[in-house]
T-cell receptor, first 113, second 110 residues
Framework: DAMVIQNPRYQVTQFGKPVTLSCSQTLNHNVMYWYQQKSSQAPKLLFHYYDKDFNNEADTPDNFQSRRPNTSFCFLDIRSPGLGDAAMYLC????????????FGPGTRLLVL | GESVGLHLPTLSVQEGDNSIINCAYSNSASDYFIWYKQESGKGPQFIIDIRSNMDKRQGQRVTVLLNKTVKHLSLQIAATQPGDSAVYFCAESNTDKLIFGTGTRLQVFP
């Protein structure tokens, strides 16, 4: 089945130690999104790629970076995780353009010690 | 600025009853709306969407109503089941980005 896959499902890292979360999709969608979701809150968009074009949200900290080496994969790099970065990180994809549904992966829960 | 909000953070319903989850949005330019269901520890799951040229759309046991005059969106779930227990988010868009509401937790009791 076509889907959005996130690995790992749970990630534990140390304060200040770089960490990378990965997302892959078999939907062949043009757009890939990264969201941060904290407990009992709505997902917050960090950035998205439309094909190779990177679109950063104005309030996304520089500590968060992303890479999209090809259509299928997208990575979220947190350069120096702080305690406040502990959250669920969600990847989503869409075909692109307006009025297109976003399909979410299962998320990676990040714990920072 | 733009915002999408919900009136009730928690809704408790008895199994078999109908549920209505409400959402208010503030951007009159939004032309696409989605309801997502999110179970604990999982990603949001698409339920149903509606475009601004419609005021009602029905799916399996779910109906979405859109009132553009008062900028209000609702999700109706018929014959609510225990498996419907989750947090429900509305989202709006007029670009390739979504703006999420704050979420409503639906609790179904026997």
């Amino acid at each position: 089945d076509a889907m959005v896959i996130q690995n790992p499902r749970y990630q534990v890292t140390q304060f200040g130690k770089p960490v990378t979360l990965s997302c892959s999709q078999t939907l062949n969608h043009n757009v890939m999104y990264w969201y941060q979701q904290k407990s009992s809150q709505a997902p917050k968009l960090l950035f998205h790629y439309y094909d190779k074009d990177f679109n950063n949200e104005a309030d996304t900290p520089d500590n968060f970076q992303s890479r999209r080496p090809n259509t299928s994969f997208c990575f979220l790099d947190i350069r120096s995780p702080g305690l406040g970065d502990a959250a669920m990180y969600l990847c989503a994809t869409s075909r692109g353009g307006v009025q297109e549904t976003q399909y979410f992966g299962p998320g990676t829960r990040l714990l920072v010690l | 600025g733009e915002s999408v909000g919900l009136h009730l953070p928690t809704l408790s319903v008895q199994e078999g009853d109908n549920s209505i989850i409400n959402c208010a949005y503030s951007n009159s330019a939004s032309d696409y709306f989605i309801w997502y269901k999110q179970e604990s520890g999982k990603g949001p799951q698409f339920i149903i969407d509606i475009r601004s040229n419609m005021d009602k759309r029905q799916g399996q046991r779910v109906t979405v109503l859109l009132n553009k005059t008062v900028k209000h969106l609702s999700l109706q779930i018929a014959a609510t089941q225990p498996g419907d227990s989750a947090v429900y988010f509305c989202a709006e868009s007029n670009t390739d980005k979504l703006i999420f509401g704050t979420g409503t937790r639906l609790q179904v009791f026997p």
